[in-house]
């Protein structure tokens, strides 16, 4: 069957995707990520089958999302399970290699609708990020000034409506994904990059600038901010990242680039009101460039 060859830039990693060619349809906000053919910095090799492969590795790791097979490799399956041990809702196949870790093997569940989305979802992208040095944070993320302002905290919190918020009430405000972002600390500057994934938001832009702030939200009757410390800011950034429990070195890699930008980037928390009030109290504290106590 003819293949076709796919390059994504996420985050500065090139990825290459080897997948048969005919049953690929472009979507948004993917396609925005799709880049010329240039040097690779992960392989993925593609394949579309009705019956994934089986494995007769060692359950490691279950959620409802992932079954994890295998030490020395991985068996990785994605999609919705009841319960360990059933690979009838897994969606996708990925095979790691842990010795040659910038090539994977991926098999898809063949239906009508695979798409560029479909791929992406299908490959595992918070391992390959993590692997990378690269976080994925859930997350509303902002552009303002020139820098990136990422709002995070549990479903529900409000990050969504903050980032309209400043979008309404400051010039020149772009709301770059309104669900996720991806934190790096490369060569110990901090910055956030744009995803393809977006939930609801739609908002998915292929932009990245240097990080200002990180602010955790929480729920308040009234506009309060405080900075939080150093370690304190690793634990609650790192409850709202996505990260593959059951791999040593993505959670090592994960740490340590919330080590790195915490230590370069203030973290606050931040309890508001939907309202632009909140806009003011915070663009108020990053112009000064406070560092608040409770």
Avoid at 156 to 175: D, F
């Amino acid at each position: 069957m003819k293949r076709q060859y796919i390059f994504f830039e996420i985050a500065d990693v090139v990825i290459k995707i080897e997948i048969p060619e005919k049953i690929i349809k472009e979507d948004m906000p993917y396609i925005n990520f799709l880049t010329v053919p240039k040097k690779e910095d992960i392989r993925v090799s593609c394949d579309i089958l009705s019956n994934l492969p089986k494995t007769n590795e060692r359950l490691i790791y279950y959620d409802t999302r992932n079954l994890v097979y295998g030490e020395n490799i991985g068996i990785r399956y994605i999609g919705h399970f009841e319960r360990p041990e059933n690979i009838n809702g897994a969606s996708c196949y990925i095979y790691y290699d842990y010795k040659q870790m910038d090539s994977y093997k991926v098999v898809l569940r063949k239906n009508d609708s695979i798409s560029l989305g479909t791929v992406l979802s299908g490959i595992g992208i918070e391992f390959l990020m993590a692997r990378k040095c690269r976080v994925i944070l859930h997350s509303s993320f902002i552009s303002y000034q020139g820098k990136g302002i990422v709002f995070t905290g549990p479903s529900g919190i409000g990050k969504s409506t903050q980032a309209e918020l400043w979008r309404l009430n400051r010039p020149q405000v772009e709301i770059i994904n309104g669900d996720r972002s991806i934190l790096s600390c490369q060569n110990n500057t901090p910055m956030v990059y744009g995803l393809p994934f977006c939930g609801s938001s739609k908002i998915a832009l292929n932009k990245s600038v240097p990080l200002r702030a990180i602010v955790i939200l929480c729920q308040g009757k009234e506009n309060n901010i405080c900075s939080l410390g150093d370690m304190e800011a690793v634990k609650q950034i790192y409850s709202e990242c996505s990260v593959s429990p059951w791999d040593r070195q993505c959670i090592q890699n994960v740490l340590e680039v919330l080590k790195c930008i915490v230590s370069k980037v203030p973290v606050y928390v931040l309890s508001c009101l939907p309202e632009k009030s909140a806009v003011d109290l915070l663009d108020e504290v990053l112009q000064k460039g406070e560092v608040l106590n409770e």
